[in-house]
Every structure is written in C-alpha cells, then in structure tokens.
C-alpha cells in the first residue's frame, strides 16, 4: 500500500480497551480466518464528500483487504466540489470498483432533518444500490454486504468487522455499529463550582436504533447516553446502523428500504424500516459494541500530504 494510503487508512483502535483483552485478541484472529474466505461487496452513497474522501477511499481499500475477494460500489451523486470527478479517477484504477453516477437534481437536507422525505429519499437511493449488488451476485460470488456511510470523519474499526466475523455466521444476519460522538460539554466543578469543560461520548444514531422488541422510537438524549464497551458480545436489536452495518447477502435478497410516519408523530426512517423487513422474514439483528465507528475526528483524521 502506498505509505500516504496507510496513513489516511488508520483508525485509532488503542483508544478503546477490550474489557478481557485475551478474548478479544483471540477474537480478532478467529475473525481473521472467517473473513479471508468470504466475498464481499462495500458499499455505500455519497455527496459532497471532498474533505474526507482520501481517507475514506483509503480505508474502503483497507476494510476489502480483509477479505478473500471483494467490490467497491459507491453511489455518489450530485457532487458540486470535485467529489464526483475524483471518484471516476479511483474507479478507472480498479476493475472492481464500480461507480453509479447519476444527477437526481435534490438539493439534499439538513443533517439533522427528521422529515419523511429525507428517509424516504435516501431509502430510494439505497435501494439502487441493492438491486446492483443483486444483480453483481448473479456472476459474481458475494456473501456479504458491508454498508458504510462514507462521510464518517473518523472511520470505523477493522478489528470490529474482524470480531463480528467470529461469532456464529449461522446466529446472525446483519451486525450493526457501536457509533460514537464525542463533543465538549461545560459542566460546573462540584467543589469549586468553577466551569469547566469535559468531553462527552454519545451513542450517535438515535434514529434508527430500536431496542430488542421495541419498534418504538426513543427520545435522543435516552439513546444518546447508551454505553457499550469493547469486549461486550453482541446482542439483538431491532433495528440500528450508526454508519456501518455487515449483511449476509442471501438474508437480505428482497428486502427494500422505505420510510413511513408514525401515529405519535414519530418517522420510521430507511434503516429501522429495512429492519423490520427483515425482521418480517425471520431474519436476526445485532449490535456489535466491539464494531466501533466515528463521527468525530481524530489524530489520524488530518490531511496526509
């Protein structure tokens, strides 16, 4: 790999301590020999990534390396800062990166936009790229689907996809993110009543995280305080994603994304409605605290000249 690709590809995993560090290493190479049999297709959409999209092309590349074969699929479309034109440069490098392209003339929503439209849109988009992954696996062996959200400014961890690989393949059909936030937040010293500023982690996608059981939406300042820790198993959820999801291809043939609104007033968004699709034919969700993703930078998030 060339050395400025490894540097964007890095992720801090010595940032979180497994709870038993024995088993988790010992999971990591469990893993490790799963995953280099399988076939993969990565994808994920993008628009107006530029800042980030060194990085994220680099750490695409590094996740396919730890599988026997793989395909980059990114969707990208109506790019105004050169994201579009560099992506054509990747793909013409690459026989297995494959480029959808297309101008859908939507002038995108704000982040934290909880409308139906968004969903709804974004559930269009996704559903494009499934049809192509669908048709990909009529001549080319996939045996899962990585989703990633390619935006992410601190990546996700490998050691994560590489755990989630050493758990029974037959006990699970998608494992989702652990994603976290980290922000600043002024809190007053209990002995001095001085001000002071902490750091504050928060579980970031409160939207599309339903717990086992529950297709409720909870409020954000709930989900936002859950904490998981590496070294904690996997367990079953209704629904969730934060940035990055693992699906076994022949579990999710059929599904579709979609969105629809709730009687309390509440939007079930593209992902928690994928879910409870595949919740309707039998399929298993898991969260996996070990599979970490960032939605804050970090010491290797800066630029690599």
Known sequence: MITSNFLRSRFPESLFSALNANDYINSLYAGMKVASELN???????????????????RLYQTAQLFGGYKLLVYENDSSD????????????????????????????????????????????????????????TFHKIDYVIVIDLDL???????????????????WS?????????REKTVSCKETQEKEVEIERLFHDTWAYRKFGDNNLEKCEVTNLLR???????????????????????????CKFGAEENEDGTV??????????????????????????????????????
């Open 40 to 58: 993969v297709v990565i994808t994920g959409l993008c628009k107006n990534i530029a800042p980030v999209l060194d990085h994220t092309i680099s």
């Open 82 to 137: 050169g994201t579009a034109e560099r992506l054509r440069k990747y793909a013409a490098e690459d026989i297995n990166f494959i480029l959808m392209q297309e101008p859908t003339g939507h002038m995108g929503f704000d982040s934290i936009s909880r409308e139906i439209a968004r969903p709804l849109y974004l559930g269009q988009l996704r559903n494009r790229c499934q049809e192509a992954i669908e048709k990909l696996s």
């Open 153 to 171: 400014e601190g990546g996700w961890s490998y050691d994560g996809i590489l755990n989630s690989f050493s758990y029974d393949l037959n006990a």
């Open 174 to 182: 998608a494992m989702t993110a652990n994603g976290l936030f980290f």
């Open 228 to 254: 998981f820790e590496r070294g904690e198993k996997p367990f079953g959820v209704f629904s969730n994603f934060n940035g990055l999801g693992i699906y076994k291809l022949e579990d999710i043939i059929g």
């Open 268 to 305: 079930t968004n593209e992902w928690a409605y994928y879910h409870k699709e595949m919740r309707k034919a039998g399929k298993s969700i898991f969260l996996n605290p070990n599979l970490i993703t960032l939605y804050s930078p970090h010491e290797f998030s800066f630029s690599v000249t």
